[in-house]
Structure formats: C-alpha cells, structure tokens
C-alpha cells in the first residue's frame, strides 16, 4: 500500500496531476489488500478542527483512535470495517469539551430541590413545600435561585422559611454557589448567632438580625453540618448525569474542585466501565492535598486525569462578593472581599512552580483578577508552558490585559455568563468597568487561544448556548438586537476551537483529543445542523445525532 499525505488527501490541490495519481492510488487499492478497521464513518461533512480547520467527508477509526480521514472514495478504497455509518451528508465535529463545570457536584445535586428558572421568591416557597414531602434526608436542601431573574430582586428573608419549617433545616443555595438562604433551624444546628464572623464571607444582617443570608466562606458554616450522600447513590447520579450531557454532545469535562474522595468515586466507577465520560479533575484547595498530591504527582488513566488545583480569589458579581477595585456601582461604601488572603495564593503558587500539577483560580472582580495575575506572574517570570488558568476572568482592568500574554496565563472563560448577566452587570460596575467584563475577544488576542465552558450547573450544560452566546452574544430571544459588546464576540472559528482543541489543550491533553485527526482519540459527535454557517437563530435549535467516545457510540 502506497503512503499518501493526509493534507493532500481532503483538498485535491486542484491539479491534473493530483487527480490522476489519486485515481491511479484507488485503481491500485481496489486490487489489494483493504486496511481492516473497526468503524468506518462516511458521506459525512466533517470539520477536523486541524490547524487549517479543514473538511474532509470520511473517516476510518481503530482501537478507539482515528486511523485516517479523506474522502468518500478514497477510505472506502483503502479500509473495511466490522461497522459502517452513513453519514448522509450530516455535520460531524469533535465531541465537545466542557472546560469549567461541575460535573459530580451537579450529578450529586441531584436529591436537592432544583430551583433553576423560578420568578419569585413566592415561587421558590412553592418549590420547597411540595419537595419537602418526598425530600430522602431531614434536611431541605435547594439550588439554583437567582433573585436578579426576580420582581424584586434584593435577597429574599428567611422569616416565611421559618414559619413554613421551624423544626427542620432548610438551606438554599444561590444559582452561582457564592451565597445561600438558610433558615433558623439550620442556624441553631451550624451554632451561628449576630456575632459569628467569618474571612472571606459575610453573614448578612438587617436591623441587627440575622437575614439567613450566607455569602461565600460563611456558608461553610451550615454546609458542613449536611450529612453526605451513600458513596453508591453519588456513583448512580454520575452515570445518569453523563447522559444528559451525550446528549448535548459532551464527551468530556473539566471538574473544578472536586474531593480526594470523588476522585476514587469517579475511577472505580470508571474501571467498571459505567462512565464512560472522559474527566479532567482539578481538586479542591486543600493543605492535606497539596502535600500528598506532590509527593505522587498527576494522576491518568485513559478516562481520568487529575492534573491541577482549583483554588477561589473571590466570590460572584450576582452576589456582590467579587473583589473590585472601586465600590460597587449600586452598593456604596462596598468592594466586595477575597475568600483568604493573599499570602495564601503566593503559598499554593510557590508549591506548584515546580511541579506538573496546574494553578488554576477562580477570579471574578477586577480586584481579584489583579492580585492572582500578578502573583501568578510573581511565579511564572515569564512566557512559558505552564498554563496555569484564570477561571472566568470576568471584570479586568484595561492595565492588567496584558499579564495574559506577558507571562502565559490561560484566560478560561464561560461565553454564558455574559449573556446571563449582562441584564444586570451594568448596574454593579457601571458604564466604563461594564467594557472590561466579559472581554473575551480581548483575552483570546492576548495569549492567542483559550478554552470555553459552560460553568454548569450555574448556567445550563448545552454547548450550543456556549457558542451561540460567545460568537452572536444574545440570548435565546435574539435581546438585544445588535448584541451585547459585540466588540468581544468570538468568531465562529475561535468558538468551535475553544469548545475542542483548545478545551484539551488547557487540560495539556491536544495531543490525545480535540480535533478529527489520525491518532486521535476517536470522540466525536453527529449533528443536523452546520454550526459554522447556519442562520444564528438556528443554532440553539441544533440536534445531536450520535455522540461518540473512543469509537464506541454513548447516545
């Protein structure tokens, strides 16, 4: 069999001369010996997201990796399979990656009162009465409250959960986990009282009382007292959880701040290959951790690969507990606060100078971004090949841009949370910061690349509303008309990278996943609609078809 050039093979080159050594190559081949794969996949439109991001029409796949890709005739010439799959003329991308979420906490969530999408507080109550009747454990727990999407939108009271629940413990979580309503019950059990105080929190009061309104480090505090799930249910809402993101077409996430201890959940449920998603854990920031990770380095398995740290510089915009430089636009007198001090950033960025693991912090507040570039930059000296990551990068001062490209920092950013907060971002930093957040043009030109999430479950798992948010930056009822800062919109290009090659490449991980080319791992999805030239109306209305991962068909 002759060798011939995967860049030749897609493109032709248009000359005479190409076309009949093609045609010869396939006389030849159909006279000799066929290649055999596991899976052939043709008469597909695929975009291989490569370096040139080329299409190609078909593609031969073996041992869960990608052999080769070319046309129609020129695989179906050289390779024979135990399966094929038609295509017909569908659009085949890379299986997306989920560069930010929470995968096993959004799974374990599961038993808790969702409250996503409610109007009201009134609404939420509702929600609360009707779970508690069938709620598994004494306590009531709920997530996903969002008092910005309210009539009225300053933090509900716990004074009607304590009516509704005096003998039973209620906490409720905000959509962005940077703040809760908590209820006296629970109050009494976490042994907090007017004068309890907390770094890197607040406990809210009104008047002198206690609200139940817990920011950021205080909701420690009761959190902690809430008794865990069975190590068996937490394995089952892995696997179901995995699903739903097939369907979006997910075959890969990065976990941010997750436990030792679900990080064994997670591999022994893997090893008996019931999650068959592929995961990149960053574990939760913790001293114990620091020095028995170090000491044995990363961990990999060919689905698992616990490479980084996740570590938090502040709390949420939502929730006024990012750290700005100047006061809050509609909270005089208030800037927000870091959740530890500084020294301890400069502490975690000094253990992992020299070691393989990845820094990677959350910063919302223009403050917060400023004080974990420069110590990042403190550590990295320079242009380098660490990519320790800023999580979200949100509010950035117009002096700062520049550390991202000076000294390598990886801007990883959720295109989402623009078009989710931009209703009400304007109001908490004013007309001028307002242009410095969510600058995601103006990141991805500073270190010429950088990874996209969706940050679920605070914002919904679809990579669809990821790359129609970063690239037409509306939402989903096309507001407003001409885009939200459209000056920072992503190409269609840069979206679909930052949704694949460069998701894995913020993992170290472009060399085995990512993109459609030989040696690859074979992970990819199907879907019914052409993401890079479609109508943007049509975008959020994209079907998955087949998701793939290693070959092997998950939906």
């Not at 096993?104 to 009707?130: Q, Y």
């Not at 000094?350 to 400023?370: P, V, W, Y």
């Not at 949100?394 to 295109?415: A, G, L, R, T």
């Amino acid at each position: 069999m002759f060798p011939l050039s995967q860049n030749f093979i897609p493109r032709y080159q248009g000359g005479t001369f190409y076309f009949l050594l093609f045609t010869l190559f396939i006389s030849i081949s159909s006279c000799s010996h066929k290649t055999k794969v596991s899976l052939i996949v043709h008469h597909g439109i695929i975009y291989t997201v490569d370096s040139g991001f080329h299409k190609t029409y078909a593609m031969a796949i073996k041992d869960g990796k990608i052999v080769e890709t070319g046309p129609n005739e020129y695989i179906n010439a050289l390779y024979e399979a135990d399966s094929t799959i038609d295509a017909k003329n569908q659009y085949i991308f890379p299986g997306f990656i989920d560069a930010h979420c929470h995968f096993t906490g959004f799974a374990t969530d599961s038993w808790k009162c969702d409250l996503m999408g409610t109007n009201s507080f009134d609404e939420v109550l509702t929600k609360i009465i009707d779970y508690s009747k069938t709620a598994p454990a004494t306590w009531i727990y709920g997530h996903g409250w969002d008092q910005n999407d309210w009539a009225v939108k300053d933090f509900p009271n716990k004074q009607l959960l304590d009516s509704l629940f005096p003998d039973r413990p209620v906490f409720l979580k905000r959509i962005d986990g940077h703040a809760a309503l908590a209820n006296q019950k629970a109050i009494e059990i976490a042994g907090i009282n007017e004068k309890t105080t907390i770094r890197g929190g607040s406990i809210e009061l009104k008047e002198g009382k206690l609200t139940g309104i817990f920011i950021d480090n205080a909701m420690d505090l009761i959190e902690k007292n809430i008794p865990p799930i069975s190590d068996s249910l937490a394995k089952q809402y892995f696997v179901r959880l995995q699903h739903d993101c097939f369907e979006q077409g997910l075959t890969g996430v990065h976990d941010c701040g997750i436990s030792e201890h679900t990080v064994q959940l997670v591999d022994e449920v893997q090893r008996q290959g019931l999650l068959k998603m592929k995961i990149f854990a960053l574990l939760s920031d913790s001293t114990n951790y620091y020095e028995r990770w170090i000491k044995k380095g990363p961990y990999k398995t060919d689905r698992l690969h616990v490479g980084g740290f996740k570590l938090y510089a502040d709390g949420a915009l939502g929730s006024r507990g990012a750290c700005l430089l100047d006061d809050y636009t509609d909270k005089k007198d208030w800037k927000g606060f870091l959740l530890s001090d500084g020294s301890h950033f400069k502490e975690v960025a000094q253990k992992l100078i020299n070691t393989d693991f990845q820094m990677c912090t959350h910063a919302i507040g223009d403050s917060g971004n400023r004080i974990i570039l420069k110590t990042y930059a403190n550590y990295l000296k320079g242009v380098n090949d660490k990519r320790w990551r800023i999580e979200h990068a949100q509010v950035v001062n117009e002096n700062d841009f520049d550390f991202f490209k000076q000294f390598s920092i990886i801007p990883s950013v959720q295109p989402t949370h623009a078009t989710s907060d931009m209703y009400w971002a304007g109001d908490r930093l004013g007309s001028k910061r307002i242009q410095n957040a969510y600058a995601y043009q103006k990141l991805l030109q500073e270190n010429g690349w950088m990874p996209l999430g969706t940050d679920f479950p605070v914002e919904y798992i679809s990579p669809f509303k990821t790359f129609y948010a970063a690239v037409i930056r509306q939402d989903g009822n096309a507001y407003p008309k001409n885009g939200f800062q459209t000056e920072n919109a992503l190409t269609r290009e840069q979206a679909m990278r930052g949704m694949t090659i460069w998701a894995a490449k913020a993992a170290f991980e472009e060399k085995e996943k990512g993109n459609l080319e030989p040696g690859k791992s074979a992970d990819f999805i199907m879907i019914d609609n052409d993401l890079m030239n479609c109508d943007p109306q049509k975008i959020l209305k994209t079907k998955v078809l087949m998701t793939f991962i290693n070959g092997e068909r998950v939906y």
